[in-house]
Protein backbone atom coordinates (compact mmCIF):
# COMPACT_ATOMS: atom_id res chain seq x y z
CA UNK A 1 0.00 0.00 0.00
CA UNK A 2 1.64 3.43 -1.19
CA UNK A 3 -1.30 6.21 -1.17
CA UNK A 4 -2.92 5.82 2.00
CA UNK A 5 -3.92 9.61 1.87
CA UNK A 6 -6.71 8.54 -0.42
CA UNK A 7 -8.05 6.41 1.75
CA UNK A 8 -11.75 7.80 3.21
CA UNK A 9 -11.31 8.10 6.78
CA UNK A 10 -13.13 9.29 10.07
CA UNK A 11 -11.43 10.68 12.90
CA UNK A 12 -13.20 11.21 16.19
CA UNK A 13 -10.33 12.78 18.18
CA UNK A 14 -8.40 15.90 16.83
CA UNK A 15 -8.52 19.17 19.06
CA UNK A 16 -9.68 22.04 17.24
CA UNK A 17 -7.08 24.74 18.74
CA UNK A 18 -4.18 21.97 18.84
CA UNK A 19 -4.98 21.05 15.39
CA UNK A 20 -3.22 25.24 14.48
CA UNK A 21 -0.38 24.67 11.96
CA UNK A 22 2.20 27.21 13.45
CA UNK A 23 2.23 29.51 10.96
CA UNK A 24 -1.26 30.02 11.44
CA UNK A 25 -0.56 30.99 15.02
CA UNK A 26 2.28 33.45 14.41
CA UNK A 27 0.17 35.06 12.03
CA UNK A 28 -2.75 36.03 14.89
CA UNK A 29 0.36 36.61 17.26
CA UNK A 30 2.00 39.37 14.77
CA UNK A 31 -1.63 40.83 13.58
CA UNK A 32 -2.07 40.86 17.72
CA UNK A 33 1.09 42.42 18.98
CA UNK A 34 1.75 39.27 21.26
CA UNK A 35 5.25 37.81 21.69
CA UNK A 36 5.32 34.14 21.07
CA UNK A 37 8.35 33.48 20.09
CA UNK A 38 9.55 31.10 22.84
CA UNK A 39 6.96 28.78 21.68
CA UNK A 40 8.78 28.10 18.77
CA UNK A 41 11.59 26.06 17.48
CA UNK A 42 14.58 27.82 14.86
CA UNK A 43 12.25 25.47 12.26
CA UNK A 44 9.08 27.21 13.15
CA UNK A 45 7.54 24.38 14.83
CA UNK A 46 6.20 24.19 18.55
CA UNK A 47 8.42 23.52 21.15
CA UNK A 48 7.78 21.85 24.72
CA UNK A 49 9.34 19.38 27.16
CA UNK A 50 7.08 16.83 28.20
CA UNK A 51 3.44 16.45 28.34
CA UNK A 52 2.31 19.73 30.76
CA UNK A 53 4.55 21.62 28.84
CA UNK A 54 2.78 20.87 25.97
CA UNK A 55 -0.23 21.87 27.66
CA UNK A 56 1.20 25.33 28.22
CA UNK A 57 2.37 25.62 24.92
CA UNK A 58 -1.11 25.03 23.50
CA UNK A 59 -2.82 27.23 26.04
CA UNK A 60 -0.02 29.99 24.97
CA UNK A 61 -1.10 29.49 21.50
CA UNK A 62 -4.65 29.69 22.31
CA UNK A 63 -3.93 33.42 23.81
CA UNK A 64 -3.79 34.84 19.83
CA UNK A 65 -7.28 33.31 18.75
CA UNK A 66 -9.45 35.26 20.72
CA UNK A 67 -12.35 36.44 18.47
CA UNK A 68 -15.08 34.07 16.67
CA UNK A 69 -13.11 34.81 12.90
CA UNK A 70 -10.45 33.52 14.10
CA UNK A 71 -12.25 30.09 15.11
CA UNK A 72 -13.91 30.72 11.39
CA UNK A 73 -10.29 30.70 9.69
CA UNK A 74 -8.83 28.55 12.01
CA UNK A 75 -11.59 25.45 11.45
CA UNK A 76 -11.46 26.30 7.98
CA UNK A 77 -8.07 25.46 8.17
CA UNK A 78 -7.86 22.52 9.66
CA UNK A 79 -10.42 21.38 7.71
CA UNK A 80 -8.37 21.90 4.90
CA UNK A 81 -5.34 19.94 5.65
CA UNK A 82 -7.52 16.70 7.60
CA UNK A 83 -9.56 16.85 3.58
CA UNK A 84 -6.38 16.66 1.87
CA UNK A 85 -5.40 13.28 4.06
CA UNK A 86 -8.75 11.82 2.94
CA UNK A 87 -10.85 12.63 6.01
CA UNK A 88 -14.81 12.56 5.43
CA UNK A 89 -15.77 13.01 8.69
CA UNK A 90 -13.76 14.84 11.51
CA UNK A 91 -14.97 15.29 15.22
CA UNK A 92 -13.41 17.98 17.05
CA UNK A 93 -12.84 19.02 20.61
CA UNK A 94 -14.37 22.38 20.72
CA UNK A 95 -13.63 24.75 24.26
CA UNK A 96 -15.87 27.14 25.30
CA UNK A 97 -12.79 27.97 27.77
CA UNK A 98 -10.63 29.49 24.32
CA UNK A 99 -13.77 31.01 23.33
CA UNK A 100 -15.18 33.22 25.56
CA UNK A 101 -14.21 31.96 28.64
CA UNK A 102 -17.41 30.12 29.50
CA UNK A 103 -19.63 32.84 29.02
CA UNK A 104 -22.13 31.60 26.97
CA UNK A 105 -23.11 34.24 24.47
CA UNK A 106 -19.65 34.45 23.58
CA UNK A 107 -19.59 30.97 23.00
CA UNK A 108 -22.66 30.72 20.73
CA UNK A 109 -20.86 33.27 18.74
CA UNK A 110 -17.73 31.71 18.62
CA UNK A 111 -19.79 28.44 17.74
CA UNK A 112 -21.78 30.28 14.70
CA UNK A 113 -18.52 30.97 13.43
CA UNK A 114 -17.41 27.37 13.62
CA UNK A 115 -20.05 26.16 12.32
CA UNK A 116 -20.63 28.13 9.07
CA UNK A 117 -17.10 27.65 8.58
CA UNK A 118 -17.56 23.86 8.71
CA UNK A 119 -20.49 24.28 6.44
CA UNK A 120 -18.47 26.13 3.77
CA UNK A 121 -15.57 22.89 4.22
CA UNK A 122 -18.37 20.49 3.48
CA UNK A 123 -19.58 22.05 0.57
CA UNK A 124 -16.27 23.17 -1.04
CA UNK A 125 -14.41 19.98 0.19
CA UNK A 126 -16.67 17.27 1.01
CA UNK A 127 -15.65 16.91 4.95
CA UNK A 128 -18.27 16.62 7.67
CA UNK A 129 -17.58 18.19 10.68
CA UNK A 130 -19.10 17.64 14.67
CA UNK A 131 -18.06 19.23 17.76
CA UNK A 132 -17.63 17.79 20.40
CA UNK A 133 -17.76 19.99 23.74
CA UNK A 134 -14.57 19.57 25.95
CA UNK A 135 -14.02 20.90 29.57
CA UNK A 136 -10.59 21.00 30.89
CA UNK A 137 -9.45 18.70 33.69
CA UNK A 138 -6.95 20.99 35.21
CA UNK A 139 -9.01 23.74 35.07
CA UNK A 140 -10.85 22.00 37.87
CA UNK A 141 -14.89 20.86 38.28
CA UNK A 142 -16.60 24.17 38.44
CA UNK A 143 -15.41 25.50 35.56
CA UNK A 144 -16.18 22.10 34.31
CA UNK A 145 -20.21 22.57 35.02
CA UNK A 146 -19.95 25.76 33.52
CA UNK A 147 -18.65 24.15 30.05
CA UNK A 148 -21.33 21.50 30.31
CA UNK A 149 -23.93 24.14 30.55
CA UNK A 150 -22.53 25.55 27.08
CA UNK A 151 -22.98 22.37 25.73
CA UNK A 152 -26.65 21.51 27.43
CA UNK A 153 -27.77 24.92 25.81
CA UNK A 154 -25.89 24.32 22.44
CA UNK A 155 -26.30 20.11 21.94
CA UNK A 156 -28.09 19.91 18.58
CA UNK A 157 -26.93 18.25 14.87
CA UNK A 158 -23.75 20.06 15.06
CA UNK A 159 -22.83 19.79 18.97
CA UNK A 160 -22.85 16.19 19.35
CA UNK A 161 -20.61 15.45 21.87
CA UNK A 162 -19.34 16.02 24.97
CA UNK A 163 -15.82 15.16 26.79
CA UNK A 164 -12.88 16.45 29.42
CA UNK A 165 -9.11 16.68 28.20
CA UNK A 166 -6.09 18.12 29.88
CA UNK A 167 -4.32 17.18 32.44
CA UNK A 168 -5.24 13.17 34.06
CA UNK A 169 -3.05 13.68 36.70
CA UNK A 170 -5.12 16.93 38.12
CA UNK A 171 -8.20 15.61 40.03
CA UNK A 172 -10.13 12.94 39.86
CA UNK A 173 -12.47 12.09 37.66
CA UNK A 174 -15.68 11.33 40.05
CA UNK A 175 -15.25 15.09 40.18
CA UNK A 176 -16.74 15.47 37.05
CA UNK A 177 -19.92 13.54 37.62
CA UNK A 178 -22.45 16.68 37.21
CA UNK A 179 -21.02 17.62 34.42
CA UNK A 180 -21.46 14.24 32.27
CA UNK A 181 -24.86 13.68 33.96
CA UNK A 182 -25.89 16.91 32.59
CA UNK A 183 -24.40 16.70 29.65
CA UNK A 184 -26.32 13.04 28.62
CA UNK A 185 -29.47 14.33 29.35
CA UNK A 186 -28.98 16.69 26.94
CA UNK A 187 -28.44 13.80 24.71
CA UNK A 188 -25.00 14.36 23.80
CA UNK A 189 -22.44 11.52 23.47
CA UNK A 190 -19.84 11.01 26.06
CA UNK A 191 -15.98 10.30 25.79
CA UNK A 192 -13.03 10.78 28.89
CA UNK A 193 -9.53 11.28 27.90
CA UNK A 194 -7.87 8.35 30.30
CA UNK A 195 -5.57 5.82 30.29
CA UNK A 196 -3.03 8.07 28.29
CA UNK A 197 -0.86 9.04 31.88
CA UNK A 198 -2.44 7.15 34.22
CA UNK A 199 -3.51 3.10 34.17
CA UNK A 200 -5.92 1.20 33.98
CA UNK A 201 -8.24 2.15 37.36
CA UNK A 202 -8.58 5.29 35.62
CA UNK A 203 -9.94 3.72 32.19
CA UNK A 204 -12.22 1.73 34.83
CA UNK A 205 -13.37 4.99 36.56
CA UNK A 206 -14.24 6.86 33.02
CA UNK A 207 -16.73 3.93 32.41
CA UNK A 208 -18.19 3.74 36.23
CA UNK A 209 -18.57 7.18 37.08
CA UNK A 210 -18.43 9.07 33.90
CA UNK A 211 -20.42 6.77 31.89
CA UNK A 212 -18.76 7.16 28.78
CA UNK A 213 -19.15 4.77 25.22
CA UNK A 214 -15.80 5.84 24.25
CA UNK A 215 -12.50 6.67 25.24
CA UNK A 216 -9.86 9.23 24.57
CA UNK A 217 -6.40 6.99 24.39
CA UNK A 218 -7.53 4.37 27.01
CA UNK A 219 -4.07 2.50 25.58
CA UNK A 220 -2.98 1.88 29.16
CA UNK A 221 -5.76 -0.78 29.80
CA UNK A 222 -3.71 -2.78 28.24
CA UNK A 223 -1.86 -3.16 31.70
CA UNK A 224 -4.78 -5.16 32.70
CA UNK A 225 -6.08 -8.07 30.25
CA UNK A 226 -9.61 -8.25 32.28
CA UNK A 227 -10.12 -4.49 31.85
CA UNK A 228 -8.85 -5.14 27.85
CA UNK A 229 -11.39 -8.36 28.04
CA UNK A 230 -14.05 -5.70 29.73
CA UNK A 231 -13.83 -3.21 27.20
CA UNK A 232 -13.94 -5.61 24.20
CA UNK A 233 -17.25 -7.62 25.39
CA UNK A 234 -18.89 -4.21 26.15
CA UNK A 235 -17.90 -2.76 22.57
CA UNK A 236 -16.41 0.60 24.54
CA UNK A 237 -14.51 2.86 21.45
CA UNK A 238 -11.07 3.64 21.97
CA UNK A 239 -9.67 6.79 20.49
CA UNK A 240 -6.57 5.66 20.10
CA UNK A 241 -3.64 8.63 18.85
CA UNK A 242 -0.56 6.68 18.06
CA UNK A 243 1.72 9.21 17.00
CA UNK A 244 0.43 11.41 19.95
CA UNK A 245 1.45 9.14 22.41
CA UNK A 246 4.75 8.33 20.79
CA UNK A 247 5.95 11.72 20.88
CA UNK A 248 4.81 12.22 24.23
CA UNK A 249 6.48 9.17 25.44
CA UNK A 250 3.95 7.25 26.21
CA UNK A 251 5.67 4.57 24.81
CA UNK A 252 9.19 4.52 23.04
CA UNK A 253 8.10 3.95 19.28
CA UNK A 254 4.99 2.93 17.59
CA UNK A 255 6.03 -0.90 17.44
CA UNK A 256 5.85 -0.85 21.40
CA UNK A 257 2.61 0.65 20.97
CA UNK A 258 -0.32 -1.43 22.01
CA UNK A 259 -3.06 -0.95 19.48
CA UNK A 260 -2.34 -3.93 17.94
CA UNK A 261 -2.56 -6.13 20.62
CA UNK A 262 -5.64 -4.34 21.54
CA UNK A 263 -7.37 -4.86 18.00
CA UNK A 264 -6.01 -8.59 18.18
CA UNK A 265 -7.81 -8.67 21.51
CA UNK A 266 -11.20 -7.75 20.23
CA UNK A 267 -11.46 -3.99 21.46
CA UNK A 268 -12.71 -0.93 19.31
CA UNK A 269 -10.30 0.69 18.37
CA UNK A 270 -10.45 4.02 16.09
CA UNK A 271 -6.88 6.25 14.85
CA UNK A 272 -6.71 9.76 15.48
CA UNK A 273 -4.28 12.79 15.44
CA UNK A 274 -4.68 14.59 18.65
CA UNK A 275 -2.78 17.60 17.44
CA UNK A 276 -1.39 16.94 14.27
CA UNK A 277 1.53 19.58 13.95
CA UNK A 278 2.46 19.59 17.70
CA UNK A 279 2.99 15.73 16.98
CA UNK A 280 4.35 16.51 13.62
CA UNK A 281 1.70 13.70 12.13
CA UNK A 282 -1.62 13.54 9.77
CA UNK A 283 -4.45 10.48 9.02
CA UNK A 284 -2.01 9.60 6.42
CA UNK A 285 0.69 9.24 8.31
CA UNK A 286 -0.63 7.73 11.01
CA UNK A 287 -2.19 5.21 8.99
CA UNK A 288 1.73 4.57 7.40
CA UNK A 289 3.42 4.21 10.90
CA UNK A 290 0.45 1.54 11.01
CA UNK A 291 1.44 -0.24 7.95
CA UNK A 292 4.93 -0.26 8.49
CA UNK A 293 4.84 -0.91 12.69
CA UNK A 294 2.19 -3.66 12.26
CA UNK A 295 1.69 -4.47 8.71
CA UNK A 296 -1.94 -3.36 8.56
CA UNK A 297 -3.23 -3.46 5.35
CA UNK A 298 -6.94 -2.50 3.67
CA UNK A 299 -9.09 -4.41 5.86
CA UNK A 300 -7.55 -3.46 9.11
CA UNK A 301 -8.28 0.30 7.89
CA UNK A 302 -11.35 -0.83 6.43
CA UNK A 303 -12.68 -2.26 9.89
CA UNK A 304 -11.01 1.14 11.32
CA UNK A 305 -13.59 3.17 9.65
CA UNK A 306 -16.06 0.90 10.45
CA UNK A 307 -15.84 1.09 14.29
CA UNK A 308 -15.67 4.88 13.85
CA UNK A 309 -18.55 5.41 11.62
CA UNK A 310 -20.55 2.95 14.29
CA UNK A 311 -19.13 5.17 17.58
CA UNK A 312 -19.25 8.47 15.50
CA UNK A 313 -21.49 11.00 17.75
CA UNK A 314 -23.98 11.96 14.62
CA UNK A 315 -27.27 11.12 14.49
CA UNK A 316 -28.17 8.62 11.78
CA UNK A 317 -28.74 10.30 9.01
CA UNK A 318 -25.76 12.13 8.72
CA UNK A 319 -24.06 8.05 9.50
CA UNK A 320 -26.28 6.66 6.20
CA UNK A 321 -24.87 9.77 4.40
CA UNK A 322 -20.84 8.62 5.54
CA UNK A 323 -21.37 5.16 4.80
N1 LIG B 1 -5.44 18.28 25.01
C1 LIG B 1 -4.89 18.29 23.79
N2 LIG B 1 -4.21 17.16 23.58
C2 LIG B 1 -4.32 16.41 24.70
C3 LIG B 1 -3.84 15.14 25.11
N3 LIG B 1 -3.09 14.37 24.31
N4 LIG B 1 -4.15 14.71 26.34
C4 LIG B 1 -4.90 15.46 27.14
N5 LIG B 1 -5.37 16.66 26.81
C5 LIG B 1 -5.09 17.13 25.60
ZN1 LIG C 1 -6.73 14.43 23.02
Known sequence: MSDFAKLPKLELHLHLEGAAPPAFIRAQAKRKGVDLSGIFDVAGAYKYTGFVDFLRVYEAACTVLTTPQDFHDLTLAVLEQSAAHGVIYSEAFLSPDFCGGGDLVAWRDYLAA??????????????????????IRH??????????????????????GFGIAGDENAGELPDFIYSFDAAREAGLGLTAHAGEWRGPDEVRAALEHLRVSRIGHGVRAVDDPALVEHLAERGTVLEVCPGSNVVLGVYPDL????????????????????????????????????????GWEQPQFDALAQTALHAAFCDDSTRARLA
Open 139 to 160: FGPDKARIIARCAQETAGDFIT
Open 114 to 135: IEAAAATAESQMGITLRGCITC
Open 255 to 294: RAHPIEKLRAAGVAVTVSTDDPPFFHTDMSAEYAGLHRAF
